[in-house]
């Protein structure tokens, strides 16, 4: 409950200042770009669907980009007025030079949201076991991607030599790719991994957020409309 009371006076402070139009109802429309549809933030939606940006003035529409390089484009491009995904796509643009980079304003979970799949149930699943196999993981430098080598290192295997990590598939198309074939694990948020279990197309093994511990993962980002 703090951490929902948090993001909403997170949001309401900053779309105040937000150059965002009204609707018939006199509520200010703010769009909000968020890296995936998951439970994992399920604070928003319970935020929005209980009607407590409406008792604020607010009409909050999420947007679902697919990606936090689809949600960080909405944001520079004026399409969304926040963004919610990992940190560290906003570290990278920052990187690039960009003087209008996007501020990180608030954080939302602190724990990875992906659980480890495999094509066989396993209830004594130990890391040891995927030595010599590969997994999907997500692209490069992306949060999802950069946890699971953590936890794979922390369990003694390096990521390229003893695991083959794949990482040329977009983030949401992991869950089909895994379906079809491709790679002996994966990792995937809820409600996918559950959807693929009941498929019968994989099996849940283990979380990966609490294999690596609390890091600040979704964050909540704003950059300044232009004058």
Do not use: W
Request: aromatic residues 8%.
């Amino acid at each position: 409950m703090k951490r929902l009371t948090a993001l909403l006076l997170c949001l309401i402070m900053l779309f105040a200042l937000t150059a965002c139009s009204k609707d018939e109802s006199g509520l200010r429309k703010v769009t909000l770009n968020e890296v995936t549809r998951s439970v994992f933030y399920a604070p928003l939606y319970v935020a929005c669907s209980k009607g407590f940006f409406a008792e604020e003035g607010l009409e909050v529409d999420i947007v679902t980009g697919g990606g936090s390089d689809a949600s960080m484009t909405a944001l520079l491009s004026g399409e969304a007025d926040a963004a919610l995904m990992g940190p560290e796509t906003g570290i990278y643009v920052t990187n690039q030079g960009k003087a209008d980079h996007p501020m990180i304003i608030a954080q939302l979970t602190k724990r990875d949201g992906s659980f480890l799949l495999g094509r066989e149930a396993d209830d004594s699943f130990d890391f040891s076991k995927l030595k010599g196999k590969s997994i999907i993981a997500g692209r490069p430098g992306g949060m999802p991607y950069m946890t699971l080598l953590y936890v794979l290192r922390q369990h003694g295997l390096e990521p390229g030599s003893d695991v083959e990590v794949i990482s040329n598939i977009q983030f949401n198309l992991m869950g089909g790719a895994f379906e079809s074939g491709t790679g002996d694990y994966v990792t995937l948020f809820e409600p996918t991994a559950t959807e693929v279990e009941q498929a019968g197309k994989g099996y849940i093994l283990c979380s990966i957020g609490q294999e690596s511990g609390e890091i600040p993962y979704t964050c909540l980002l704003y950059t300044s409309p232009s004058p």
